[in-house]
């Protein structure tokens, strides 16, 4: 217990001070962008890897999230750092009704209904031009010229969406989850309310997506329903950062996240379109070797490198 203290005591502290050892303009982009993938992942995880429902559809909360930020300046000409309370929360709104229907279906089923929930907000947002602007999107004006205050905020969303999943795992909520994930039926007949807590795991995880998603729009300054809506680049990546650093892990999601921002970033400016593909084999190959994921394999790691060190040691003995 001591030794998690003081490695989590060190990781925060190598984050608050991170931005003013690397003050490159670029590199902290990348910080950032790290930090909106892993509050998304953070979001994903609860749902689908403690809940066990995979859901194609987060970019749903995460566009309306961002809509929720965008559409305040575009309409009232108000300032989009109050969509950090309005995206959530209608993000939070639209995922009871979402839940309500499409938690009747399982596995398979449950996850084309979210795709299908996430085209649905890419069409309505799309052909809605008097109150989203259509395919033109909003764009609203730079808030900060540092990118200082962008990262804390960022970094507080994240810390926060940690926080808040550690609390619910380890509460009887969390408990409920994994029973649902592994065996419905055994949960069910053990007298668990199964919607309920489906339901319980859905809206904090539609609320981060939807935070993450209102940061974004205030980070980046413009949106569009094909770019905060996109199944490709949102849903599915989401999923792959999950896959990464290791589903129904605490810190999977913000590991994948470091890898997924900085390989995409590495790879597209030295293949261009091709980084796609080549980044697809490497998610293959983490798959196939690492089926739980860097962090879901921490342990099995540890183990053949203390096989390695005393196959070296015995060698030089």
Known sequence: MLKKFWFLSIIIIIAIILPFIVQSSYYQHIFILILIWG???VAWNL???????VSFGHAAFFGVGAYGAGLLAFHLHISPWWGMIVGPVAAVIISIPIGLI???LRG???ALAMLAVGEICRLIFTEWVPFTN???????LTTFSSKLPYYYIGLAILSFSVYTVYRLMNSRAGYYFVSIREDQD???SLGIPTTKYKMYSLIPSAFFSGLAGAFYMNYMNYIEPSVVFSLPDVSIMIILVVILGGVATLWGPVVGAIIFVVLSELL?????PA???VFGVIVCLVIMYMPNGIMGEVDRIKKLLQRKGARIGSEIT
């Open 39 to 41: 509050t998304l992942g």
């Open 47 to 53: 749902l689908g890897g403690y809940t066990g429902q």
């Open 102 to 104: 499409c938690f009747r």
């Open 108 to 110: 398979p089923y449950f």
């Open 134 to 140: 259509g395919a033109m999107g909003i764009l609203t």
């Open 186 to 188: 055994a949960a069910e």
């Open 268 to 272: 597209r400016s030295s293949l261009g």
């Open 275 to 277: 980084h796609l593909l």
